[in-house]
């Protein structure tokens, strides 16, 4: 899950049911991701990356 400014409430859904997320990137990913892109997502380490 990717997000600029995360709720807690999210937070909390993506913890408890393991869902991998990220928020407050040093840049908006949004500008470099389209609907329907696959991507890598780390929420351990805060990144992602675009598949090929």
Not at 5 to 29: Q, R
């Amino acid at each position: 899950m990717v997000n600029l400014e995360c709720e807690p409430i999210v937070a909390v859904g993506a913890i408890i049911s393991e869902i991998p997320l990220v928020d407050s990137l040093e840049s908006n990913p949004f500008e470099m991701l389209e609907d329907g892109m696959n991507v890598n997502v780390n929420g351990n380490e805060g990144w992602l990356e675009t598949k090929d």
